[in-house]
């Protein structure tokens, strides 16, 4: 029994993928005897009307528990005719895979699901997703790599339906208007793509989370578009500066992510964090002397402009960790090397993130990397000791 309170936190990620992997090769054995219970009618044998029946009461499976099992196990099985002949499984790469302990039963039933929809020499690619990715990812893979291969087929001779008409109804009840709208596909993105940014949490500045509904916080949304639309001349450009920040911080610190910044309201946040902000919001670096004194302000530096901004979004077309399908919007663009360490505001040197990868970017061991002009990432020892450069397959398949 190994210590686990001895281990470090790499130790036991590690720990924790050996044993994962071990659980997984038992699955397959399990698999093989699921398999031949079905192959030589057990049920039957038993006095029972299925085999999901009589896994029941073996092993105590819910019913669409066992039939899961029972399926995945006659596609990775091999299959023998009634002249004797064995035949191999219907899933091959799949088969080999689980027999590894690379697969767990959601990711075979995932691969089941995808290879009804696309050609069999398409199963390495599949493999390899599952290989890579958990289940829910794997079938949005599957699905990017279905509309890959017959997005060019000829569409169906049925009746073009007529295009939808954006319709706005409006009625005033009790002192409050009551809005409901149906708008058409690029007409509903626009204006999702105007709200979203408006209906973010508010952050927590001392007084508590945002503890808005989701309903609410879009509503306010709602409200503040009013407003930026009667002064046009204001509107916000989506991918221009989220916020200003004065940070007042030494600039040694910074770089060696030490110590605390103050924000203009006096709160006090980690270097890190101040390095994290500086990718999306323009910075005032205000440099202080060696007894604190304030020696110079600078002008607003490093953020992204439009211009490189759009260049990123054609690149990417999302957040570029892998696995990852948040759209643009949702995206940060991230420098690669940090302006702090000498790193350039330039494309050559960024990446779309969302928030969340953003912060893993900043807080983990994971590593990006722009290799043949696209983003590359490496995970850390413990998730992959060969370092296997990574791409996101959703937004460049």
Not at 44 to 67: C, F, N, Q
Not at 87 to 106: K, M, R
């Amino acid at each position: 029994m190994i210590e686990t309170r001895l281990l470090s936190t790499d130790e036991l990620l590690r720990s924790l993928v050996d044993e994962v992997t071990e659980i997984r090769v038992r699955e397959n054995a399990a698999l093989q005897i699921v398999a031949e219970l079905d192959r030589r009618g057990a049920a039957s044998e038993l006095g029972y009307k299925d085999l999901p029946k009589v896994l029941r009461h073996v092993v105590r499976w819910d019913i669409h528990v066992a039939k899961r099992w029972i399926d995945n196990a006659a596609l990775l099985t091999n299959e023998i005719t009634p002249t004797g002949s064995e035949l191999a499984p219907v899933l091959p790469l799949t088969a080999q895979a689980v027999a590894e302990g690379a697969l767990s039963i959601d990711h075979v039933a995932a691969i089941a699901a995808i290879m009804k929809t696309v050609p069999a020499e398409h199963e390495t690619t599949v493999v390899g997703y599952a290989r890579d990715f958990e289940p829910v990812t794997v079938r949005k893979l599957g699905k990017t790599l279905a509309y890959s291969l017959y997005q060019n087929d000829p569409e169906p001779r049925d009746a073009e339906p007529a295009p939808p008409t954006n319709q706005h109804l409006m009625q005033w009840k009790n002192g409050r208007l009551e809005i409901r709208a149906k708008l058409d596909k690029v007409t509903g993105a626009k204006y999702e793509a105007l709200l979203d940014p408006l209906a973010k949490p508010r952050p927590d500045t001392g007084q508590g989370p945002d503890e808005r509904s989701r309903s609410e916080r879009e509503g306010d949304a709602l409200a503040d578009l009013v407003d930026l639309m009667l002064r046009a001349d204001q509107l916000p450009e989506h991918g221009g500066e989220p916020v200003t920040l004065t940070v007042t911080m030494r600039h040694e610190d910074l770089v060696e992510q030490v110590g605390q910044g103050m924000l203009d309201n006096g709160d006090h946040i980690p270097a890190d964090q101040v390095r994290q902000l500086a990718c999306n919001a323009g910075i005032i670096p205000l440099l202080l002397g060696s007894q604190g004194q304030p020696m110079d302000i600078g002008r607003k530096t490093r953020t992204f402009p439009a211009g490189i901004r759009r260049t990123l979004v054609a690149r990417d077309r999302g957040c570029a960790f892998p696995g990852c399908g948040r759209p643009p919007r949702h995206c940060d663009a991230h420098h690669i090397r940090h302006w702090a360490n000498g790193g350039n505001t330039s494309v050559d040197n960024a990446v779309l993130l969302c928030r969340h990868h953003h912060t893993l970017i900043h807080q983990s061991k994971w590593e990006v990397r722009l290799v043949n002009g696209m983003p590359t990432f490496y995970a850390p020892d413990w998730l992959d000791p060969q370092q296997k450069p990574r791409r996101n397959p959703i937004n460049i398949a």
